[in-house]
T-cell receptor, first 111, second 113 residues
Framework: GEDVEQSLFLSVREGDSSVINCTYT??????LYWYKQEPGAGLQLLTY?????DMKQDQRLTVLLNKKDKHLSLRIADTQTGDSAIYFC???????????FGTGTRLKVLA | DVKVTQSSRYLVKRTGEKVFLECVQD?????MFWYRQDPGLGLRLIYF???????EKGDIPEGYSVSREKKERFSLILESASTNQTSMYLC????????????FGDGTRLSIL
C-alpha cells in the first residue's frame, strides 16, 4: 500500500545543518512537498519539488530527491532555534486530489 | 499570500452535540479539504470539495458531513459529536486542478467531553 515514512525525532545544535529524511512507496507521485508545523498551528508549506527533478534549493533549504531509492530529504543550513517544529513530507498524484503525508519528524534545535 | 482562516483555534463541546467547524480562504481557490490530525496517525482526509456544492468523501468520512455553499467557505459538521472525534482539525485549500500545493489554516483543536 501507499506509505510515507519519516523518523520521529531529530536533534541538532544551533548553527549546524539539519537533514530530515523521508521514504515513500508509491513512486507515481508528481510533486513532493515539505511542510513545517509549529506548536499549536497548522502546516506551513516550505517548498516542493517536481518528481523529475533531483534537487531544489531555496535559501537555507535544499531538497534532494532520489527516485530510484524513493527517498526525499530536506536539508536546513545554519539551523536556528526558530526552526524547531514538526516537519512533514507529502506526495501528490497527477490528476487526483490525493495527498499522502508522512507522520512527521520533530526537529529540536539546541542553543 | 494565501490566507486560510479557521473560525476557532480551540473548541470544547459535549457528547451528542452538533458541531460546526468553519474554514474560509481568500484566494479564490476551487478546492478545499478537511483533515484530522492525531498523534502517530498523521493527517487523514475526511472530505474534500472541488467546487461549490460539490463534495467527495475522503478516507474517514463516518460521523462527519460538509457544506460548501460559497466558494470561499467550507464547513465541517459533526452530526452527533463523540469522544473519539476529539482531535486537531485542519482545513486546506488549493487552486484549480488536481495535484497543487495545499495551503493550510492554523487548525482547530476540538475536545469532546
Amino acid at each position: 500500500g501507499e506509505d510515507v515514512e519519516q523518523s520521529l525525532f531529530l536533534s541538532v545544535r544551533e548553527g549546524d545543518s539539519s537533514v530530515i529524511n523521508c521514504t515513500y512507496t508509491d513512486s507515481s507521485s508528481t510533486y513532493l512537498y515539505w511542510y513545517k508545523q509549529e506548536p499549536g498551528a497548522g502546516l506551513q508549506l516550505l517548498t516542493y519539488i517536481f518528481s523529475n527533478m533531483d534537487m531544489k534549493q531555496d535559501q537555507r533549504l535544499t531538497v534532494l530527491l532520489n527516485k530510484k531509492d524513493k527517498h526525499l530529504s530536506l536539508r536546513i543550513a545554519d539551523t536556528q532555534t526558530g526552526d524547531s517544529a514538526i516537519y512533514f513530507c507529502a506526495e501528490s498524484f497527477s490528476g487526483t486530489y490525493k495527498y499522502i503525508f508522512g507522520t512527521g519528524t520533530r526537529l529540536k534545535v539546541l542553543a | 499570500d494565501v490566507k486560510v482562516t479557521q473560525s476557532s483555534r480551540y473548541l470544547v463541546k459535549r457528547t451528542g452535540e452538533k458541531v460546526f467547524l468553519e474554514c474560509v480562504q481568500d484566494m479564490d481557490h476551487e478546492n478545499m479539504f478537511w483533515y484530522r490530525q492525531d498523534p502517530g496517525l498523521g493527517l487523514r482526509l475526511i472530505y474534500f470539495s472541488y467546487d461549490v456544492k460539490m463534495k467527495e468523501k475522503g478516507d474517514i468520512p463516518e460521523g462527519y458531513s460538509v457544506s460548501r455553499e460559497k466558494k470561499e467557505r467550507f464547513s465541517l459538521i459533526l452530526e452527533s459529536a463523540s469522544t473519539n472525534q476529539t482531535s486537531m482539525y485542519l482545513c486546506a485549500s488549493t487552486k484549480s486542478g488536481a495535484d497543487q500545493p495545499q495551503h493550510f489554516g492554523d487548525g482547530t483543536r476540538l475536545s469532546i467531553l
